[in-house]
């Protein structure tokens, strides 16, 4: 700690402004401090998981009686820990969000919650309590012996009068970044919470390790390279031909959805802190998980597939979800609206270098923020686009006289569509969010292209061939898949229901099938 503050200017505390509450360690009387806002001074925050217990909690009747004091026994096992640690290391202060913000206030936690990119970012040390699933257990844990091999090693002297001298080496396996899911990793909330930190002290269940912006070191002293993403790596960046890049963004969302999460409804609110200093440093507009800067890449997203785990690994963000929610906690555009994990488009290898479509245009974009919170819980949402839609049609087999439910209800649950009016001969790929949700309309918003490096074959008898272009070359065309909203209302007000590719085309055919449809002003909602 003391070489990370000697000698890494990434890693210092720019602002040390102390958040609204904290806890005064420096006595054995804790007492929970008001602090005004100028005040200013050193503390430590810890990340945990709350587990099932909920005790001691800090609210609006008990508030006067935190402010006049409590015992470190009084606490659960990791805020006890929390405490020695934070001691230990002589920070007079300590920060645990069930204590510092008033549980069951809603008007508190909107308020104290739009802060928390500051309480996480101008920590002096952040505490992670990553081995213990709930605050019940504490992290200061017995752990199983280290293997070492002590070697004596004896050195003979060939000058008179010196005795031999005899020295002890320990060998032990090389420390490596750990292979153990720990609790912590697998909790939504705590991701924004280890990008933010400047330096996290992590208490593993093998190991005692640290990782500030510039280095990682285990407690035996071997460094080893940050394994964390930081929130430099993603805030939207300006790229040196111009462009701005959400590589970062998307990268970190991917990661955030493989995350357990108790409450569909904190979604938004459990990546806000996050989001808030994003936008102060972008200058780009955040809505409901995406940027306006790019939001016709960012719409392109689509339900994540993973089959094995690790030991503790959270498997239900990857379950397969056949129905959306009964409330939505986000307008269907955005990757919010779905319960599980999910992929970005941008993020496939072959898919990096995506284009937008100059067919489509982006009108308008807004939501509702029902808290005090600007990037916390979102009550409603619109997007307008102005493009041409694509109809497709449920592809029911070679037996095109099968019209019945079943075989459309088949078509649907394997995502088989197929596009009658482009009239060329292309391969649909189709995703549908909630595959037992069926519907038979669906419309096809295309958005974006990119370069189909796979290559396209074609098959004679038993030769195989590559098609070979005019120079022009094949391209996939990315797009969400869209069916009206089941209201009665306005008939081009949508519903996403899923996302699409098509391919292989020629951009020149594709776009003059298109400029021929009419062109509409799109409103998903």
């Not at 005795?163 to 292979?179: L, M, N």
């Not at 919470?193 to 912006?213: G, H, M, Q, V």
Request: aromatic fraction near 10%.
């Amino acid at each position: 700690m003391q070489k990370c503050e000697r000698k890494h200017s990434r890693c210092s505390i720019s602002n040390e402004s102390l958040p609204t509450r904290v806890i005064d360690v420096t006595s054995l009387t804790l007492r929970l401090v008001e602090s005004k806002p100028t005040s200013t001074g050193t503390y430590a925050a810890l990340s945990h998981c709350w587990g099932m217990c909920r005790s001691f909690l800090t609210t609006r009747s008990n508030l006067a009686d935190r402010k006049s004091g409590f015992n470190i026994d009084d606490l659960l096992a990791t805020f006890r820990n929390a405490v020695l640690v934070t001691k230990s290391l002589g920070i007079p202060y300590l920060w645990i969000d069930s204590i510092c913000i008033l549980q069951g206030d809603k008007e508190d936690w909107e308020i104290e919650g739009s802060k928390m990119a500051d309480v996480y970012s101008n920590a002096y040390l952040t505490i992670a309590a990553a081995n213990a699933a709930g605050d019940a257990e504490g992290f200061l844990k017995a752990r199983k012996p280290e293997k070492i091999l002590p070697v004596d090693i004896r050195f003979a002297s060939s000058e008179k009068n010196i005795d031999e001298r005899e020295i002890g080496i320990y060998i032990q396996p090389r420390c490596q970044p750990t292979t153990v899911y720990e609790p912590l990793d697998g909790r939504a909330w705590c991701l924004q919470e280890r990008c933010l930190s400047p330096r996290i002290l992590f208490f593993d269940t093998n190991a005692l390790r640290w990782e500030c912006i510039e280095k990682g070191w285990f407690e035996a002293g071997r460094g080893f390279k940050r394994q964390r993403l930081i929130v430099q790596e993603v805030i939207p960046r300006l790229l040196y031909n111009g462009t701005i890049s959400y590589i970062g963004w998307y990268n970190m969302v991917e990661n955030y959805t493989t995350r357990a999460i108790s409450y569909p409804s904190d979604k938004l609110p459990a990546l806000s802190a996050l989001a808030a200093y994003a936008a102060r440093e972008s200058n780009d507009k955040y809505i409901a998980g995406l940027w306006k800067g790019d939001l016709r890449r960012g719409l392109l997203w689509c339900r994540q597939v993973r089959r094995n785990f690790r030991a503790h690994e959270p498997s239900k963000p990857f379950e397969d979800v056949r129905k959306s929610l009964d409330t939505a906690i986000a307008p269907s555009w955005s990757w919010a609206s779905f319960q599980s994990a999910i992929h970005f488009t941008v993020m496939d290898p072959s898919s990096t270098d995506l284009e937008v479509l100059s067919c489509t245009n982006v009108i308008d974009v807004s939501i509702i923020v029902p808290g005090k919170n600007p990037y916390g819980e979102v009550a409603s949402g619109y997007l307008i686009i102005s493009a041409p839609l694509i109809s497709f049609a449920t592809d029911i087999g070679w037996d095109t006289t099968d019209v019945s439910e079943i075989a459309v209800n088949r078509a649907w649950e394997h995502n088989v569509l197929l596009c009658p009016e482009l009239e060329i001969d292309i391969s649909v790929e189709s995703s549908f969010d909630h595959p037992a949700e069926i519907r038979c309309e669906v419309f096809g918003l295309p958005l974006t292209f990119s370069v189909d490096t796979a290559g396209n074959f074609y098959e004679e008898g038993d030769h195989i061939g590559r098609i070979k272009g005019d120079g022009e070359g094949w391209k996939i065309v990315h797009g969400i898949i869209l069916c009206r909203k089941d209201d009665g209302g306005d008939r081009d007000c949508y519903v996403r229901v899923g996302c699409f590719r098509i391919h292989p085309v020629r951009l020149s055919d594709f776009m003059a099938r298109v400029t021929e449809m009419p062109r509409r002003m799109v409103k998903i909602v």
